[in-house]
């Protein structure tokens, strides 16, 4: 009672309760409790006006696929931008609807891309195998032209101060020297570079 314009009352004839938040009906705009603001719930006759214009509305155009054995129907128009035919949902794309404007790809060239990586991997065992042979020869035939070409370089030698050499044989240490007694031990020696 102390706030009379709060509100409004439930436009339901059979109710009239008093609702602090009313709402409003969308079809014939009167207010509504919560208990009969559905158009169904007061029987609202501006819904049922509004579902039958709903019927008589016409239905959307239809686009039928172009494949010949697909009869589907699509609400949107999808159309091949090769060929540009429309086609449903499952066919739209070039390989699904086997369009006449598609490109294969070239087989010949797959082919030979295939053939030429065999080849490569093939070739590549072989090279390691020919590699380490032809590093080998390649390693003797290098060898053998120094020596041919060699003119021999002077190398040090061991001689007793009156000029004898005190061994032949290069690889001889001055331990083993000792051991065979042409030298002995706290005996001078002189080093020469000799010629071979």
Not at 79 to 102: A, E, I, N, P, T
Not at 149 to 158: A, F, R
Request: proline share 4%; with cysteine; aromatic share 6%.
């Amino acid at each position: 009672m102390e706030f009379p314009s709060l509100g409004e009352r439930c436009s339901m004839a059979m109710c009239q309760q008093l609702d602090l938040l009313p709402i409003r009906c969308s079809y014939c705009q009167k207010h509504f409790c919560k208990a009969h603001f559905q158009p169904f719930d007061h029987s609202c006759s501006s819904y049922h006006d509004s579902s039958s214009k709903l019927l008589e509305t016409p239905s959307p155009e239809m686009h039928i696929c172009s494949l010949s054995n697909c009869s589907a129907k699509e609400l949107i128009c999808m159309s091949c931008s090769f060929c540009d035919l429309h086609f449903c949902l499952q066919h739209r794309h070039q390989v699904d609807h086997q369009c006449s404007k598609l490109e294969k790809p070239v087989e010949k060239m797959v082919q030979t891309a295939e053939l030429v990586k065999q080849i490569q991997l093939k070739n590549m065992g072989k090279k390691t195998c020919r590699g380490v042979k032809s590093e080998k020869l390649a390693a003797k035939v290098q060898l053998m032209k120094l020596k041919q070409n060699s003119t021999g370089k002077p190398h040090l030698n061991l001689f007793s101060p009156a000029g004898d050499c005190l061994s032949e044989n290069k690889d001889v240490t001055i331990a083993e020297l000792i051991d065979e007694e042409a030298l002995f031990n706290g005996q001078t020696v002189v080093m020469k570079y000799v010629d071979q």
